[in-house]
């Protein structure tokens, strides 16, 4: 059975850092894709960022490029999210997305596996 086990979100004030972590279990995505969705009250669940087993960079949304770092140890089944320069409108709950094959087109119903959630609030 596969799951995913996200952790490290919480409450900061803008313009600080948070990290987020998913680890996988049950199944491996050495060679598939593993990212972040978030999804905000009364909004539609959005990518945010996803990185394919043979990269070293992700790929991320405009929202959030530039500020955001995307990083995997295969090893370990692990993905870690950076997030600095926080805004309020970072505020949702993010969404650790994998799936053991290469996504190309990122919306939620191509990756096979979700995270329970995490909340990241950012306060003004």
């Known amino acids: 059975q596969v799951q995913l086990v996200e952790s490290g979100g919480g409450l900061v004030q803008a313009g600080g850092s948070l990290r987020l972590s998913c680890a996988a279990s049950?199944?491996?995505?050495?060679?598939?894709?593993m990212g972040w969705f978030r999804q905000a009250p009364g909004k539609e669940r959005e990518f945010v960022v996803d990185?394919?087993?043979?990269?070293?960079?992700?790929t991320y949304a405009n929202s959030v490029k530039g500020r955001f770092f995307i990083s995997r140890d295969n090893a370990k089944n692990t993905v870690y999210l950076q997030m600095n320069s926080l805004k309020p409108e970072d505020t949702a709950v993010y969404y650790c997305?994998?799936?053991?094959?290469?996504?190309?087109?990122?919306?939620?119903?191509?990756?096979?596996?979700w995270g329970q959630g995490t909340q990241v609030t950012v306060s003004s």
């Open positions: 049950g199944d491996t995505f050495s060679r598939g894709t």
């Open positions: 990185i394919r087993w043979n990269e070293d960079t992700g």
């Open positions: 997305a994998a799936d053991p094959a290469v996504v190309v087109n990122r919306v939620p119903y191509n990756y096979d596996y």
